[in-house]
């Protein structure tokens, strides 16, 4: 080891050219790395919704509706003109409306109105659009262009477009927020005017160095675009700090090159331990079928270990070549000794043992009691332009998606069969298909070639069903569930389903069966790791135990306040609360067991607050904040709501490490603390106080023979 970093200090100088060099060029590589915003491109590959649209765009060139555009006070004439100008938009695949129902040339009052209406009433047309998927940044705009901000338009496209404009400019304001922030809590904590600075100057090489080589992944998906360089940049922050620390008392009594040579010695083993819990927590996410939790796993492991090598090859060079400058700007500490806080812990700890210990149960039960969104459409709620717009469409028109059912094409019979019984459902509003439009008599080749097309490839027919259900639910769960057992009935094993729907319900499924696997996996690799470093039994438990309960107090809270969760935040929040966190509680049992060395339990647990809170608090305030920051600034439903639940989660893990495990290692002592070292501590205490006793006797006798008599 001090082998290999003396190698480090001797070319110190090339490796910071080298990370710098590779920071510039990782910067330039950002702007190549695609991000993607539709939830359902994340689903597994082979599940059936997934299979379906792979399979249509195959055999169809139109593709599934995914928006809807309401005008108002037009005729039915200044409909289709409008309808026109959409078609023409580079993007729009097709657009469907009430002409679309309309086989005969006749008066739309001799169709049926209940039909009619659902396309058109009070002067107020909606049209059903299918756009591009990979264009939907750019003709979405135009869309809006065309019908002007006083009408509406919903769906998931245009939640993919919105998405994408707002998070950009919100996760700009948000890293500004974060690193100013990070700046002024560097002030507060260091020692030195310059150390804020060069502490940030290792945090941006790494995450920058992060962000670009995300490149390799092709595409990254909006959470790990979102949240992954503020989590690197907040879950990092101890390691140049703690380097920094180690260096100062190693200078005391070496030269500046063996002192760091001896830090980095003395660091290696507490800094590894600590990312290494990091990277486990991260990468348990990438078991989960549903890809998002494998793409935003693999980016933060990656950042932290970049983070490490960051640290351990270019730090040492940046502080070499800082430290006079910090010693020349150094100033008194900002911060309390936290001795008043050692003993307040005490004093309350076990009570807060025993509290802790009754809502371990409960909190988990209330846990796993929330109501969840599986999908998007309830991304952007009120109060947004896309949230007030789908309000006003369904308080029209109602609630509306749209499945496209594909089944083998050839027997007009059965297909009208079970066209008819799909038709008794009731949230079944129409069907567009062959069968539906020239029945079974008329030859499918009288229709027009562009309807046909749609309706009829080589391979299969496609009928296409309005319902009038919303995108997820326990409504839609049962709808879906209906029309795949009439399309088995008729087609067992031949039929295909999709929708934005039928693929947030294979969404739904897919998170669910990971939740178990994703947790229990986390859980297992950070226990593993902590039994091998502590070389302990009861110690992992304990950490594991108070940190697991702090994410399920987290996670009780939305239930108690009636707040529907997003099922995708739930999961990774499990995971990223375990992984950044637990090293707090690391930290306070490795530093109590050192002090439990040369004092007794009381002293410890009060020496252990006044050695870390500095530390601890520090690095949980800023992810505090930074969660908080998120999920204040992000329009963004899910990325708020992920940045609340990381910021209260965090105060959860901190209350818990400061107040609750001083109870735990005060009342189990026994049980890691080696009877040696015990016994071999009470003789030092034993010896110190008869030390002190027998001195006070010399000093006694002393005065008396000089005949002063008692002092003090």
Request: include cysteine.
């Amino acid at each position: 080891m001090e082998k290999f970093y003396g190698g480090v200090i001797k070319i110190r100088k090339h490796l910071m050219l080298l990370f710098i060099l590779a920071a510039v060029v990782c910067g330039y590589f950002q702007q190549f790395i695609s991000v993607n915003y539709d939830m359902n491109d994340y689903l597994p590959k082979d599940a059936p919704s997934t299979v379906a649209i792979d399979l249509m765009g195959e055999e169809f060139d139109g593709a599934i509706p995914n928006v809807r555009v309401m005008i108002k006070g037009v005729t039915e004439d200044e409909a289709l003109a409008y309808k026109k100008r959409l078609e023409a938009l580079d993007g729009v695949i097709s657009v469907m409306w009430l002409d679309d129902k309309k086989i005969m040339d006749m008066p739309t009052e001799m169709y049926d109105q209940e039909m009619v209406e659902t396309y058109y009433k009070d002067q107020i047309a909606i049209f059903t659009i299918a756009v591009d998927e990979l264009e939907v940044n750019t003709v979405i705009p135009a869309i809006r262009e065309v019908i002007g901000d006083e009408n509406a338009m919903t769906g998931s496209a245009v939640s993919n477009a919105v998405a994408t404009e707002s998070t950009v400019s919100e996760i700009r304001l948000i890293a500004v927020f974060a690193v100013l922030f990070l700046a002024l809590v560097l002030i507060i904590t260091t020692k030195s005017w310059i150390e804020p600075l060069v502490v940030l100057c290792g945090l941006g090489v790494a995450v920058m160095i992060n962000a670009g080589s995300n490149l390799i992944f092709g595409e990254i998906s909006f959470v790990t675009n979102a949240a992954g360089n503020i989590l690197q940049l907040a879950v990092s922050l101890d390691y140049s700090i703690f380097l920094i620390h180690r260096f100062d008392e190693c200078r005391q009594e070496l030269e500046p090159k063996a002192a760091m040579k001896k830090a980095l010695c003395m660091s290696t083993s507490s800094i590894l331990s600590s990312g290494l819990t990091t990277v486990i927590g991260f990468l348990a996410l990438t078991l989960m079928r549903f890809r998002i939790g494998p793409d935003l796993g693999l980016a933060l492991a990656k950042g932290v270990g970049i983070s490490l090598i960051t640290v351990f090859l270019f730090m040492p060079g940046v502080i070499l070549a800082t430290y006079k400058w910090m010693d020349k700007t150094a100033h008194p500490s900002f911060l309390p000794s936290f001795r008043k806080l050692g003993k307040l812990v005490h004093k309350i700890m076990i009570p807060l043992v025993l509290v802790f210990v009754t809502i371990i149960v409960p909190s988990y039960i209330t846990s796993t009691k929330n109501a969840y969104y599986y999908g998007a459409s309830q991304i952007f709620g009120p109060g947004t332009q896309l949230g007030d717009d789908t309000e006003e469409i369904q308080n029209i028109f109602g609630k509306s998606d749209t499945y496209v059912l594909m089944i083998p094409k050839g027997n007009i019979v059965i297909e009208k069969k079970m066209s008819e019984e799909l038709q008794e459902i009731e949230e079944i509003t129409s069907i567009t298909s062959l069968v539906d439009t020239i029945g079974t008599s008329i030859p499918a080749e009288m229709l027009p070639e562009k309807i046909l097309k749609q309706l009829r490839s080589e391979h299969y027919d496609r009928m296409v069903l309005s319902v009038s259900v919303d995108f997820e639910g326990k409504e839609t769960e049962e709808l879906i569930d209906k029309i795949q057992k009439i399309a088995e009935k008729y087609y067992p094993g031949e039929y295909h389903l999709a929708g934005t729907g039928i693929s947030t319900n294979d969404l739904m499924k897919t998170v669910t069966a990971d939740m178990v696997k994703v947790n229990l996996l986390a859980i297992v690799a950070v226990f593993i790791v902590l039994l091998l470093t502590m070389k302990s039994l009861i110690l992992p438990i304990i950490l594991v135990l108070i940190i697991e309960t702090a994410i399920w107090v987290n996670l009780s809270i939305p239930y108690l306040m009636e707040q529907p969760l997003f099922y995708i935040a739930y999961l990774i929040i499990s995971s990223i609360q375990l992984g950044a966190t637990v090293d707090y509680a690391i930290l306070f049992t490795e530093r109590y067991k050192e002090n439990r060395m040369t004092l007794n339990r009381k002293e410890s647990i009060e020496e252990t607050i006044s050695n870390t809170a500095a530390s601890i608090l520090t690095s949980g305030i800023v992810l505090t904040v930074v969660g908080f920051l998120l999920g204040k600034i992000s329009t963004h439903g899910l990325l708020s709501q992920l940045g609340y639940l990381l910021g209260r989660g965090t105060v959860c893990s901190l209350f818990s490490v400061v107040f609750v495990l001083p109870g735990f290692l005060y009342i189990l002592d026994g049980t890691f603390i080696k009877k040696k070292g015990r016994i071999e501590n009470e003789q030092k205490k034993s010896n110190r106080i008869r030390g002190n006793s027998f001195n006070k006797r010399i000093i006694a006798g002393f005065w008396k023979y000089a005949g002063v008599g008692k002092r003090g």
